[in-house]
Every structure is written in C-alpha cells, then in structure tokens.
C-alpha cells in the first residue's frame, strides 16, 4: 500500500485496480476527494449525501462509496503549508478515480492554475463535458431540448499549453529576432509570442477517446471542431489526424461523411457512427440553429473551452453543467464553475454541476442505475420547481432552496 505524509487512507474499502484496459470496481471503491474552496464545502457536503443515497437505494447496500479525504488549495496550505502536495497527486494516481469541488489559485502560490497543474501532472488529456437540458430549467433559446452533446476537449496542447514570453523579454526578442531572420516574417518587435503545439499523440489519444465513448454509449456520431481553414498544419492536421485515426481503427464502426453520401445517398447505415467535421466559427452558429445534428464533439483545447460554454448557457449555465478530466485511466470528476467566495459557507448555491459531476463518475464506475436515478430525481425536483436561489430568480412560482435543501429534495424524488 503506498504511504502518504498527512492523510490516513480508510481502513474499509478496497482500490480500483486496472485489468487490460478496463477498470476493476470493487462494491466498496476507496474514492478520494477534494472539498474545494470558498463555496466547495456546502456543495460537496450535498453532492456526496446525493450520490450515497442514489447508490443505497439503487444497490441497496450491496455496493457503497468509501470517501478519502484530500486536500488541495486553501485546505491543503492550512495541512501542508503548501496548496498542492505531494499525498494529493499520489492519492489519486493510486486509486483511479476522484471528485474534486472548485479551486482558488492563491496568490504568490507558485501555480497558474492548481487545475491547470493536477490534468498536466496527471496527464488529465481530456476534458469531458456533457450537455443536456432538464425540463423546467431557464433558457435563452426557443428549444433548449435538443441540446445533448458530449464535448472533449483536449487537455495539454493548443496554446493552452502555456509556452508564451511578455513583450521586451530576453527571450521573446532572441525569438522574433531569429524568426524574421530565419523565415523572412515581420513580427512586430513590441509583440508577446506564444506558441500552439498541436501533435498527432495528442489528438489520437482523445478522438480515441471520443469515439470510444460515443461506441459505448450508443451516440450517433462524432464531430472533429477545429479551425483548419486558418491554421492548416496545427488544427488542419488535428482534423486530418482525427479522420484517419477513425478509419484505422474503427473502420468497421464508424462511416465518413463524405462515404454518406458518396455510398449511401445520405441514410446513415444502421449501427454505425458518423464521423464529421466543423470549422469552429460554423459550429458556433450550428450549435444554436441545428442543435440536435451534434452528440459527441471532439475539439482542441481552446475551442473546447469556449464551445462548452456556449452550450452550457443554453441548458441554465454552468450551475448545471457537469465536468470531468480524464487520462488513460485517472478519472478527476469536478464543477466546472468557481469558488464564488461570497457564497462560502452560506449554504445557497446550487449544488448542480458537482452532483452531476458525480453522475458521470457513477457512470465511470459502471454504475450507471446509480447515476440514471440521480438524473431522474433532479429532473423532477426541477420540475417541481423547488431550485436554489440561481433559479429560483428566473422561475415564476418557484420556491427558494438552500444548498443543502435542494440536496435533501433530490434524495426525496428518488423515493
């Protein structure tokens, strides 16, 4: 068993372990997890009464979480005097699968981003973010329905990588220096520059993925977002990447679009997945005005940041919009919203994005009537009309919650 500094792993539960290239779940997996900062105390308190309930009356009692503690952030500096210590990344390395609520960044804290820094460490490469609308929910479109994507997007490259140099640095001028020399450009010497890694490892890796997911859970395609028209050898290449990706290894699963309709006139052959492309900016508008066409996206790391958001707001914002970032086999389910310290330890935020979060770890578990309840239970409190304070704001005749309320309300609808 691996040793760790300050944190005691819980003497029931066993861990996930890795057979071939599938996760080994006991009844009883040992999950750690991370409170978070400013609001995450009262949302995670609600999401794991959620998901435990949902597992005892789904499995009644044969399966349960074990919960681990970790820690990250505000909570960490307090333990370790450090934000992201060393028993954090071993705690999840070594049992798989974790749920993490949001995270402040301190300041002087050594790290752009402590989530930025947990999916590079961990080699995080996808981050998946599934979309979908709950009957009742306030939305700015007509048709908030047919809105069921699943975004992935890539986690590592792009020019989120973070190789950039300020303007006026040593640096960046011996770069603009030597480019304008070497490839006769004219980049302007008061420029900052960055640079836009895209690689074949990367993108194979998470259309793989992609597409993998789409096969498992039975989705009618998969679309390949990009910006190729423009940056021809980094998203061009993700895109040409993609294709022939999908044609060596899934070629018995998946058609093109171009075979559609040079082979099959436009009917899809039963049993089979579409693979498709959009230029980014298209897909912006597609998203709104055909919705529906799209199921599983695949995109690079700064398109898949803007569109996930963009499809969020369509189905009630990022208070309902669950996230997980996911590699080989690590799995770090978490809000995709902030801290909101205003909020902290007010018990009135909704609890939303992390319980549903905590859906696609379910789901991940292979316990998927566990998270099939929870989805249905949310639904219909939804439809009840009895929301935290986000929605409650744009719902007529609704009835205010607290966080830990709009919980027990869930659990309620489960009966």
Not at 16 to 23: A, F, Q, W
Not at 88 to 117: D, E
Request: proline share 5%; net charge positive; hydrophobic share 35%.
């Amino acid at each position: 068993m691996v040793r760790f500094d300050k944190i005691e792993v819980p003497k029931e539960g066993k861990r996930i372990e890795i057979s071939g290239d599938k996760l080994k779940v006991p009844d009883n997996p040992i999950i750690p997890v991370i409170e978070g900062d400013g609001i995450g105390p009262d949302i995670m308190k609600a999401t794991r009464r959620v998901l435990d309930a949902s597992v005892e009356k789904t499995y009644k009692g044969k399966k349960r979480i074990v919960w681990f503690d970790i820690y990250a952030g505000e909570s960490a500096q307090a333990k370790y005097g450090e934000v992201l210590p060393k028993d954090t990344f071993k705690a999840i390395k070594h049992f798989i699968v974790a749920l993490k609520g949001p995270l402040t960044t301190p300041v002087g804290g050594g790290y752009r981003s402590l989530n930025v820094t947990l999916r590079q460490r961990l080699n995080l490469y996808a981050c998946v973010r599934p979309v979908r609308y709950f009957e009742g929910v306030p939305s700015p479109v007509k048709h908030p329905e047919k809105m069921n994507v699943v975004i992935f997007r890539e986690n590592t490259e792009d020019v989120y990588a973070g190789i950039e140099w300020p303007k006026g640095s040593k640096e960046v001028k011996k770069l603009i220096k030597w480019l304008n020399k070497t490839y006769k450009l004219r980049i302007r010497a008061d420029s900052g520059v960055g640079i836009k890694p895209i690689s074949v490892t990367g993108t194979n890796r998470l259309v793989r993925k992609a597409i993998k997911y789409a096969l498992e859970y039975k989705r009618r395609s998969v679309t390949l977002v990009h910006k190729g028209n423009i940056m021809k050898y980094t998203e061009g290449a993700f895109r040409d990447w993609g294709y022939k990706l999908a044609i060596k290894e899934f070629r018995d699963k998946v058609i093109t679009e171009e075979e559609l309709w040079s082979q099959y006139n436009g009917e899809m052959p039963q049993g089979k997945i579409l693979i498709k492309d959009r230029i980014a900016d298209s897909m912006f508008q597609q998203i709104l005005t055909r919705t529906d066409e799209y199921d599983v996206v695949a995109t690079p790391n700064l398109n898949g940041d803007y569109l996930s958001d963009a499809c969020a707001a369509q189905v009630g914002g990022l208070g309902m919009a669950p996230g997980a970032n996911i590699g080989d086999f690590v799995g770090l389910f978490e809000a995709t919203h902030g801290t909101a310290p205003k909020y902290a330890n007010k018990d009135v935020v909704n609890p939303g994005s992390l319980i549903l979060s905590g859906c696609m770890m379910l789901e991940y578990l292979g316990w998927r009537e566990a998270a099939e309840l929870i989805y249905k239970a949310m639904g219909e409190t939804i439809k009840q009309k009895r929301v935290t304070y986000d929605l409650h704001r744009l719902m007529e005749g609704a009835i205010k919650l607290k966080t830990s309320e709009y919980a027990s309300a869930i659990i309620e609808n489960m009966g």
